[in-house]
Nanobody, 124 residues
Framework: QVRLVESGGGLVQAGGSLRLSCAAS????????MGWFRQSPGKEREFIAA????????HYGDFEKSRFTISRHSTEDTGYLQMNGLRPDDTAVYSC?????????????????WGQGTQVTVSS
């Protein structure tokens, strides 16, 4: 079992930046890859980016590569999502997820473990 805990969310003005963290514990040595998703009220969960735990290769959703950067510190069992140029429509609950395979995945049902989520609110 892998436990994931997100942190770093909060209230930020439009144009600002936040860095989200996702700390893994438990059988974190089994993580093959990690992804970040977000969900706002009335919308489906949306894929942001994924990173391979070993090697650090990444894959981004179609719309976010220029503003969001995913990374990981595998020896510290922590993943990160750097978000710049935030806009009000980025307001959502952001969640990290982990899976055993090292291949990068975009669908929520491909992930084995989820964090509780952290709220990001961007004011105009």
């Amino acid at each position: 079992q892998v436990r994931l805990v997100e942190s770093g969310g909060g209230l930020v003005q439009a144009g600002g930046s936040l860095r989200l963290s996702c700390a893994a514990s438990g059988r974190s040595y089994m993580i093959g890859s990690m992804g970040w998703f977000r969900q706002s009220p009335g919308k489906e969960r949306e894929f942001i980016a994924a990173v391979a735990w070993s090697g650090g290769s990444t894959h981004y959703g179609d719309f976010e590569k220029s503003r969001f950067t995913i990374s990981r510190h595998s020896t510290e069992d922590t993943g990160y999502l750097q978000m710049n140029g935030l806009r009000p429509d980025d307001t959502a609950v952001y969640s990290c997820a982990a899976r055993y395979p090292s291949t990068l995945a975009m669908r929520p049902d491909e992930y084995d473990f989820w964090g509780q989520g952290t709220q990001v609110t961007v004011s105009s």
